[in-house]
């Protein structure tokens, strides 16, 4: 699936012509061919909801007698014919494709990379993807993180797609920098990958303008309790997209009405709810700091996207509900 969902990336990149707008494209492309399990998802969640007021009686009225509590629980969903999983099955089967969907993206991310790459190791400076006001948008939306291919990206590249990328180079005309490495395809196994990209990346040092591109700018080290964040000459974007997917993973929680979907919390429950409220905010702005702009913009779009579908989607099942009340409440009149 990775490679279909690469080839349709690749396709609409034909088109639009840019990388960044394709992603944003692709994205909504996405969410609209999982829009279904979304509606079934929704509908699932408010049958559950309309249960609380009876989930809540019946856990206070068996609060010390969990097989019973349990026991009367099923019943109820079986009286309302409710699945209780049936809401989180169909977000569970979109899972699959949203893996495939980043792997997609890693994959472009990957082999923009590595060109670059080998602009760089033949004394060049490579060309860079821009989207607005990323400079590069296959390194991450920071200050702090240069336009340029650094150590820590080319790690995140596997083993496989390293030793496509040496087998691909014209053997007998090897960029300048590598030509006394004596690099060969064993080189790139995974028990020595580490070794042979440090190897590389000491070889990138040797490109005059690649080292003054990454130079860190006097005077703007910030030192914090566990690590420091430095101003680099040529940096990458200015933090927006991480900012941008931890405003809109709020949003997008607050739309989906989670904290009304199941009955109140208490005591522990309360508090593991309001750190897993604030958990995934800051780990989306953490990803999306640790990967490359183009994934975090498939994040932003994937949230901004999924808060418009679900206010359409509540929009629609309101006047549905709304609709169906006023016929049961005519027909009781009648």
Not at 18 to 44: E, Q, Y
Not at 61 to 73: F, I, P, S, T
Not at 99 to 120: C, D, H, P, S, Y
Not at 129 to 149: H, V
């Amino acid at each position: 699936m990775n490679d279909f969902l690469f080839s349709i990336l690749a396709w609409i990149q034909s088109w639009v012509g840019s990388w960044g707008w394709s992603m944003v494209v692709f994205t909504i492309l996405v969410r609209l061919v999982l829009t279904p399990f979304d509606i079934k998802s929704r509908v699932s969640m408010r049958k559950t909801q309309k249960l609380q007021p009876q989930q809540m009686a019946l856990q206070k009225k068996y609060a010390n007698d969990k097989e019973k509590l349990n026991a009367k629980l099923a019943e109820l969903y079986k009286k309302e014919h409710i699945n209780p999983l049936s809401s989180c099955l169909p977000l569970l089967l979109t899972w699959p494709v949203i893996i495939a969907v980043f792997a997609a993206m890693r994959m472009v991310a990957n082999k923009e990379l590595l060109m670059q790459l080998t602009q760089i190791l033949n004394n060049e400076m490579p060309t860079l993807e821009r989207w607005l006001w990323i400079k590069n948008l296959w390194m991450p939306d920071s200050l702090f993180t240069t336009a340029l291919p650094d150590l820590n990206m080319l790690r995140q590249i596997p083993a496989d797609q390293w030793l496509s990328w040496f087998n691909g180079l014209d053997q007998s005309n090897l960029p300048v920098l590598i030509k006394e490495l004596g690099l060969t395809t064993a080189s790139f196994d995974n028990k020595v990958l580490a070794e042979t990209l440090q190897s590389i990346f000491e070889a990138v040092k040797q490109n005059p303008a690649y080292v003054e591109a990454v130079a860190i700018k006097p005077g703007w080290t910030f030192n914090l309790l566990i690590t420091q964040f430095s101003l680099v000459n040529q940096y990458n974007g200015l933090l927006i997209l991480p900012i941008l997917s931890a405003v809109s993973q709020i949003a997008m929680t607050k739309l989906m009405g989670t904290n009304q979907q199941q009955p109140a919390a208490q005591g522990s429950g309360a508090g593991t709810g309001k750190f897993m409220q604030w958990f995934f905010p800051i780990f989306s702005m953490v990803i999306c700091l640790s990967y490359s702009s183009a994934f975090a913009l498939y994040w932003v779009a994937g949230n901004l996207v999924s808060s418009c579908q679900t206010l359409l989607i509540n929009k629609i099942l309101d006047n549905k509900e709304k609709t169906a009340g006023n016929v049961a409440g005519e027909g009781s009149v009648k």
